[in-house]
């Protein structure tokens, strides 16, 4: 049974940057990790999704080490809007269900 | 514009009668899915569905029940709701071009049963 974990919570300021990590253990091995973010009241939103290594867009990087246990969201220099519930998503072997990630509430402070 | 729609937003019912939230997606997407939020507990896919009469259950869908007859809607069924299942609701639409990971949301359907 897949099983991932987030820290609860963060705090930053604005202009740093700043790293959100989910543990997931016993996932597909031919699919992607996928990132979203989700506004109070709104439904999730997809931010970034990557097989392995690094994989940059406009908005994050995410970063996969190469026994894929774990992966990185990466947010450089954080804004005020950024302040929102982070969430990985991850799809154990052998089903095509989803399983998201304990979520991350980042909290960007002036 | 590219959507995925929900109805109602807001429902508030008795136990026991039976409800119906629907979901549309008008992207042509082979795969759905829906999904309860809960505080503490986050975002838990109750079914999912590959492609037209192709459904497959999540981690919780004791309580609930869909069909997929047609490839844009996915209904959500409650055949005799109970308070356990007050809850935020999400359907989620993606392709398989995307290997399903890009899911695209709803706005949500904020249930509560008395």
């Known amino acids: 049974l897949a099983k991932t974990t987030q820290p609860i919570s963060m705090d930053s300021y604005e202009g740093q940057e700043v790293n959100i990590t989910c543990s997931h253990n016993?996932?597909?091995?031919?699919?992607?990790i996928t990132w979203y973010q989700q506004f109070p009241s709104q439904g999730p939103r997809f931010i970034i999704q990557?097989?392995?290594t690094k994989v940059t867009n406009e908005v994050a990087s995410l970063f996969i080490p190469a026994d894929r246990k774990s992966s990185t969201l990466s947010l450089p220099r954080v804004s005020l809007s950024d302040t929102a519930v982070y969430y990985c998503?991850?799809?154990?072997?052998?089903?095509?269900?989803?399983?998201f990630g304990t979520g991350t509430r980042l909290k960007v402070l002036a | 514009e590219a959507q995925v729609t929900q109805n109602p937003r807001y429902l508030i019912t008795v136990t026991g009668k039976k409800l119906t939230v629907t979901c549309s997606q008008n992207?042509?997407?082979?795969?759905m899915s829906w999904y309860r939020q809960d505080p503490g507990l986050g975002l838990r896919q109750i079914y999912y569905?590959?492609?037209?009469?192709?459904?497959d259950k999540g981690d919780v869908p004791e309580g609930y029940k869909v069909s997929r007859k047609e490839k844009r809607n996915f209904p959500l069924i409650l055949e005799s709701p109970s308070p356990n299942q007050t809850s935020l609701y999400f359907c989620?639409?993606?392709?398989?071009?995307?290997?399903?990971?890009?899911?695209?949301f709803g706005p949500g359907t904020r249930l509560t049963v008395l």
């Open positions: 990557g097989y392995k």
């Open positions: 569905s590959m492609n037209v009469e192709v459904t």
């Open positions: 998503l991850v799809r154990p072997p052998g089903t095509y269900k989803y399983i």
């Open positions: 992207m042509n997407h082979e795969y």
């Open positions: 016993n996932i597909a091995t031919n699919d992607y």
């Open positions: 989620a639409s993606s392709s398989r071009q995307t290997t399903y990971n890009e899911q695209f």
